[in-house]
């Protein structure tokens, strides 16, 4: 990790030494009482950790803190649920990369089980937002909901915005040739693994979404989510 993430109530409490933090910090950074290392606040500031002791059980630091980082891209992407490890990837990696928000939708083609993984049940997808946050030397968190239908999410969505959902099947244009505007926020929608179902595909060209392609090849989920994700922050500029 390239930063220390700790919740508000965090920084005002031992960290246990049994933590991964604490375990990074030892270990990894190698610090001893008196060195400091990068820490943040989720969704605030970024700043300074130093390490004051090291006791039995627990670490004793003390933080200075700076500005926030800047906000994250306008990009939403609406995901098909996928089975856990691929979800798991694109948590970290979109995040790393900046998007906004991820949605993972019941879709008529998912597998239905996914949606009952431990990955969300038990809360694991957070860490791997944590993760790919950290990655990013970067404090903010998209916001990431999951379980719900295709037609509950697309009426959650922000109203100004360019809408693209991928498709192998029924794209008249390639994602790279969509004209970009200016601050314009941007909604890109992927299916399951096995694409989006006839009823699905009447649903988002009724809420405004064009379809798109991503070339000849078929990609992975992941794969295809990070590329597109690339590419439009690219072409408008959010680097």
Not at 31 to 50: Q, S
Not at 186 to 194: C, I, N, S
Request: with cysteine; hydrophobic share 40%.
């Amino acid at each position: 990790m390239n930063i220390i993430l700790f919740r508000s109530p965090e920084v005002q409490l031992p960290l246990p030494r049994r933590d991964p933090r604490a375990q990074h910090i030892l270990t990894v950074l190698r610090r001893r009482p008196g060195d400091t290392f990068d820490a943040g606040v989720v969704n605030g500031p970024r700043g300074k950790g130093t390490l004051v002791a090291v006791e039995e059980g627990r670490l004793l630091i003390t933080f200075s803190w700076g500005e926030s980082p800047p906000p994250l891209s306008p990009l939403t992407l609406l995901i098909g649920l996928p089975r856990p490890q691929t979800a798991r990837d694109i948590l970290r990696e979109a995040t790393s990369l900046g998007v906004a928000a991820m949605h993972f939708i019941r879709t008529e083609k998912g597998e239905a089980s996914y949606a009952r993984s431990a990955l969300w049940t038990s809360g694991a997808w957070e860490e791997c937002v944590i993760n790919g946050a950290a990655q990013a030397f970067c404090t903010r968190l998209p916001e990431v909901t999951h379980g719900r239908t295709l037609a509950e999410t697309l009426t959650a969505l922000p109203g100004a915005s360019a809408r693209l959902a991928l498709d192998n099947y029924e794209s008249p244009a390639a994602l790279s040739r969509t004209p970009a505007v200016a601050g314009q926020p941007v909604v890109l929608a992927l299916g399951a693994e096995r694409g989006w179902s006839a009823g699905e595909r009447t649903q988002l060209r009724e809420s405004g979404f064009a379809f798109v392609h991503l070339g000849e090849r078929v990609l992975r989920t992941e794969t295809a989510c990070i590329a597109a994700v690339a590419l439009l922050k690219a072409q408008r500029g959010w680097l």
